[in-house]
């Protein structure tokens, strides 16, 4: 069943076809290298990037995915790209682009797209290869690094066993073994009680305060923590280890493309004159208001960029385990 086609969508391809109603095979360049035509429309054609475009727009890959036109994803895409075309068509054929409400939501699109499109052209120079190391390396000579542990634990529900459970430690019982064996902390307990590399900032307060002063090979505990009573043995304590150029990646890429489209927009706003003509909003007595630590909301597209997290957030701990770090 094909889906029905958003309004938007048709508006977008009112706009394309208005800007290149006369195109046809053979006349002007292709849109972009190496590209094809996969299908005409009345004379009209459609390009194998329109369908890739299409298919980013509606989520089906993400942008710089392949889409292999032989796929069922690519023919399925493509007939909705058709039925865009052949609608806009029997639009432009009734003149509906002359009508007025028409014609100001097209200019609208066309506003949109022109946007988006330099947007793009500004970030595809500015984020490359260069930038993303220059930042990184910057960042580690910057970034404060401290220690982390690697540790095992078992943790049981009163201080009897626990207490029962040091002594059988301490007579030469495995930890390992007795973690998998008596341990009630289902994130660890079948690896041995392994915790992995961890700092004490993303444990626990229990935690921190037991294993502050701790040494490796030193079994410490119990300690009542959130999750039960706890015993930890320290395995290993060495400096933090610096994130990896392809684990921050990501973010780099984030912040370098938010700072370009930021600057662009500052130095537009600059040299033009801008008028608000309608009132700021009015703060509504006892509505709830936005705390300054809020969730990020989701990556918008690139013309409404979302602020960069300028260090990641270390991951929490769950009930008594720390995500293991390599």
């Given at each position: ?44 054609v459609i390009w194998a990037s329109d369908v890739k475009r299409e298919a980013v ?270």
């Open positions: 069943m094909k889906r029905l086609v958003p309004g938007c969508l048709l508006l977008a391809s009112v706009v394309l076809l208005l800007s290149a109603c006369n195109a046809r095979v053979g006349t002007g360049g292709k849109p972009e290298p190496g590209d094809k035509v996969v299908a005409k429309v009345g004379g009209d727009a509606q989520g089906v890959i993400t942008e710089g995915e392949p889409l292999d036109p032989a796929s069922t994803q690519f023919r399925s895409t493509l007939d909705e790209v058709i039925d865009q075309k052949l609608l806009a068509r029997e639009a432009l054929r009734m003149k509906l682009d002359k009508d007025p409400r028409a014609a100001r939501r097209i200019e609208t699109a066309r506003e949109k797209v022109l946007g988006d499109v330099l947007v793009e052209g500004r970030v595809d120079r500015a984020v490359n290869e260069t930038a993303v190391r220059t930042l990184y390396s910057e960042q580690q000579r910057l970034a404060k690094t401290g220690e982390e542990l690697r540790a095992r634990q078992i943790v049981v529900a009163t201080q009897a066993e626990a207490d029962s459970i040091r002594k059988l430690l301490v007579a030469g019982a495995s930890f390992d073994a007795v973690a998998m064996q008596k341990s009630i902390d289902q994130n660890t307990r079948f690896n041995g009680g392994d915790l992995g590399y961890f700092t004490l900032d993303a444990m626990p307060e229990a935690y921190s305060v037991a294993l502050k002063a701790a040494k490796a090979g030193e079994v410490i505990g119990p300690f009542e923590t959130p999750a039960g009573f706890t015993i930890v043995k320290i395995e290993d304590r060495r400096p933090e280890q610096p994130i990896s150029l392809d684990e921050a990646r990501p973010q780099i890429v984030r912040f370098l493309t938010y700072d370009e489209i930021r600057t662009l927009l500052a130095k537009l706003r600059a040299a033009t004159k801008v008028d608000i003509l309608v009132k700021p909003p009015v703060a509504v007595p006892g509505a709830a208001k936005e705390p300054a630590n809020a969730a990020p909301a989701p990556a918008p597209a690139p013309s409404q960029p979302a602020p960069p997290v300028a260090n990641p957030p270390r991951a929490p701990a769950a009930t008594a385990a720390a995500k293991p770090t390599h």
